[in-house]
């Protein structure tokens, strides 16, 4: 009879050490191999975490990462989002190992591997451990998808202003503005 093993932080942390070249997650106690990102998801993740962290960084409002900094939820799932904003008064000092909170904000970008069913089931988890905003960002479709915990999906798309003012009062990004620039 084969006997399933549960998996800890501890075990994720020694297979990432011992395979540092795979992006890996634990949910469920089951460790997941993050596949690599289409360059357009990437491209429009970094365009999100550098706006955000532009933004944030000189009103010393709080901490901007992206797909490499893992969060340790509260349930014990080890995950990274595409880009994750943490209020400054949640995390005064960074940490040289995974942050034991939800992040505030959470983004995710759709690659063309990605699973669009997959990537809200990932909102939802981190909303119900306490992140505040998800957003869900869809390149191919010019869409932005807004979550937040009991309250109705806010989506936009180009023509319309990304705003969280329950987090970031003031900020402000043309949807427009997040997509891969033409050259």
Known sequence: ????????????????????????????????????????????????????????????????????????LPNSDVRAPDVSFVLAERMRRTTRSFAELAPDLMVEVKSPSDSLSALRKKIQSFLSQGTTVGILINPEKHRVEIYRSSEEVVVLGDGDILSIPDLLPGFEVAVSDLWSPEF
Do not use: C
């Open 1 to 72: 009879m084969a006997t399933l093993t549960t998996l800890t932080r501890k075990d994720l942390e020694k297979l990432q050490a011992e395979h540092p070249e795979y992006h890996m997650e634990l949910v469920s106690g089951n460790v997941t191999i993050m596949s690599p990102s289409g360059y357009e998801s990437d491209e429009v993740a970094t365009e999100v975490a550098r706006v955000l962290g532009n933004w944030t960084r000189p009103r010393e409002l709080g901490r901007v990462t992206g797909a490499g900094a893992g969060f340790e």
